[in-house]
Structure formats: structure tokens, C-alpha cells
């Protein structure tokens, strides 16, 4: 399977604040996508990061808050803007394998203060 | 609305011990359902479930779905303490939106 990396491992910022989060993958794929994991809570989608084109936002998501950008077939980036104390999560990119399998990056764990 | 439940919520055995670990889903057409394993951040792929009543198995691991009664089982045999960890269910769907359902979650603690 594709070796996924995310970086930062982790961060602590400042309210107001904004936080990029950098995803590669070794090969090449078509579907990526953006998940947050919120403290104690399961994983939720936040948005299918499409190569040469918009993002497509899940309900409760928008674009001014987590823009995503995906110029290619192996890289993405989720920026978290404006940050607040409820926006400390665990953010994971993701990418769908050719037979439908799903596999999560390393995952990144913000701290908003 | 598309719904994954997981039960227990949580579960503590002895090393050894087998466990078993269900989901149960309603979601409008349906393409898949998967396990993971989360440790630290990273949910870790185990399995991907399409067809009713065919095993999958990976060492002490093995999982079935069932279509009719919409649920899925997680076996794990001869517990070791490092299975202790989350065990994640997620279902995705075969048209409309890409994304994997998640179930809460299953905590397993194994004591040596």
C-alpha cells in the first residue's frame, strides 16, 4: 500500500492563529480526502481534496475555515484558519487505494490555546 | 440519515482471552465496511468487507459481514496486550458521497 506522511506531528497554537498541515504520498492517487478526529470522538470527513479543482466540503465545513489545496496526484494541504480552542483535533489526510481500501496518513494533533 | 453503531463501547479482558467486537450499520447503498485498528492517531487498515459470509482473517484477526442483518463481527483470538487499542468501524457507500461512516468506536484494554 501507499506510504502516507503527514507533518507537523503536532502543534500548539494560538487563538486566531492559522496551521497548515502538509500530506504526501509516495505514489500517485486519485481520491484524498480530510478527516478530523475531535477528542474522544470518532472520525469525521471534512472534505475531498480534488487534484486541479475545489475542494468538496462536507456539510458543516467550509471552505473559508479549512481550505484544501491539492496541486497534484500525491500532495495536499488543509489549513486550519482563524483557529480556536475547539478546533484542537487530530487532523488525518487519507487517499482510497485502486480496490477501494482506505488508509489514513500519521496523522497531525493541534492544540489551540 | 447513515448510522454505524459499535458495540461494546468498551471492554476489558484478560491476555488470552477471545473477544469478539460488533457493527451494526444502516446506510443507503451500501458498498463496504471496514475495520480499523487506532493506537495512538492513526487508524490502522485491517479489513474491507463487500460479501455476506466470506471470512477474512489476518493471524489472530478475522472479521465476517453478514448484508441481511447489516452487522459485522471482529474476532481476536489468544488476546495480546498489544491488541489494547480502539477498534474502528466504517462503512462507505457506492454512490453520492465518498465518505466512510464511522461507528464510535470500540475501546479494548487487555490485562496481563
Redesign the interface.
Not at chain 2, 495512538?40 to 487498515?45: L, N, R
Not at chain 2, 458521497?97 to 466512510?100: N, S
Not at chain 2, 464511522?102 to 468506536?105: A, I, R, S
Given at each position: 500500500s501507499a506510504v502516507i506522511s503527514q507533518k507537523p506531528s503536532r502543534d500548539i497554537c494560538q487563538r486566531g492563529t492559522s496551521l497548515t498541515i502538509q500530506c504526501q504520498v509516495d505514489s500517485q492517487v486519485t481520491m484524498m480526502f480530510w478527516y478530523r478526529q475531535q477528542p474522544g470522538q470518532s472520525l469525521t470527513l471534512i472534505a475531498t481534496a480534488n487534484q486541479g479543482s475545489e475542494a468538496t466540503y462536507e456539510s458543516g465545513f467550509v471552505i473559508d475555515k479549512f481550505p484544501i489545496s491539492r496541486p497534484n496526484l500525491t500532495f495536499s494541504t488543509l489549513t486550519v484558519s482563524n483557529m480556536s480552542p475547539e478546533d484542537s483535533s487530530i487532523y488525518l489526510c487519507s487517499l482510497r487505494s485502486f480496490w477501494d481500501e482506505q488508509f489514513f496518513g500519521p496523522g497531525t494533533r493541534l492544540t489551540v490555546l | 440519515e447513515d448510522k454505524v453503531v459499535q458495540s461494546p463501547l468498551s471492554l476489558v479482558v484478560h491476555e488470552g482471552d477471545t473477544v469478539t467486537l460488533n457493527c451494526s450499520y444502516e446506510v443507503t447503498n451500501f458498498?463496504?465496511l471496514?475495520w480499523?485498528k487506532q493506537e495512538?492517531?492513526?487508524?490502522?487498515?485491517l479489513f474491507?468487507l463487500?460479501s455476506s459470509g466470506i471470512e477474512k482473517k489476518s493471524g489472530r484477526l478475522s472479521s465476517i459481514l453478514d448484508k441481511k442483518e447489516l452487522f459485522s463481527i471482529l474476532n481476536i483470538t489468544a488476546t495480546q496486550t498489544g491488541d489494547s487499542a480502539v477498534y474502528?468501524c466504517?462503512v462507505?457507500r457506492r454512490q453520492g458521497?465518498?465518505?466512510?461512516v464511522?461507528?464510535?468506536?470500540t475501546r479494548l484494554t487487555i490485562n496481563p
Open positions: - | 458498498r463496504s471496514l480499523y495512538k492517531k492513526a487508524p490502522t487498515f474491507m463487500t474502528l466504517a462507505g458521497a465518498q465518505k466512510l464511522f461507528g464510535q468506536g
